[in-house]
């Protein structure tokens, strides 16, 4: 069964934190690979971070690092992104997703994940 659920959105003031949830069944966490996406009103989904969830390893935009931090809990099957020094430009909806198969590169592009969440809001004021 594939499922993955978000949670943790919401409004923060500029240079606020918050965390996002990323809760998996067994099968989609299995993909060994999860990413986190964002999309703002207008613009294209970007990648922000992934993990590959069996040797650890982590991927992040160059407009996150340093601000950002995503890691996983592999007994809970669940991914977080801590968001630190959040910026009125990371306003946007943003995506767990799963990778589909497991040869395709664990990365930040969205076409390499087949299994995606409904999305949380997250809002950062100046």
């Known amino acids: 069964q594939v499922q993955l659920v978000e949670s943790g959105g919401g409004s923060v003031q500029a240079g606020g934190s918050l965390r996002l949830s990323c809760a998996a069944s067994?099968?989609?966490?299995?993909?060994?690979?999860m990413g986190w996406f964002r999309q703002a009103p207008g613009k294209e989904r970007e990648g922000v971070a992934a993990?590959?969830?069996?040797?650890?390893?982590?991927y992040y935009a160059d407009s996150v690092k340093g601000r950002f931090t995503i890691s996983r809990d592999n007994a809970k099957n669940t991914v977080y992104l801590h968001m630190n020094s959040l910026k009125p430009e990371d306003t946007a909806m943003y995506y767990c997703?799963?990778?589909?198969?497991?040869?395709?590169?664990?990365?930040?592009?969205?076409?390499?994940?087949?299994?995606w969440g409904q999305g949380t809001q997250v809002t950062v004021s100046s």
């Open positions: 997703a799963a990778r589909k198969n497991r040869w395709v590169d664990c990365s930040l592009s969205p076409a390499n994940f087949g299994y």
């Open positions: 067994e099968y989609t966490y299995g993909s060994n690979c």
């Open positions: 993990i590959d969830t069996f040797g650890g390893g982590t």
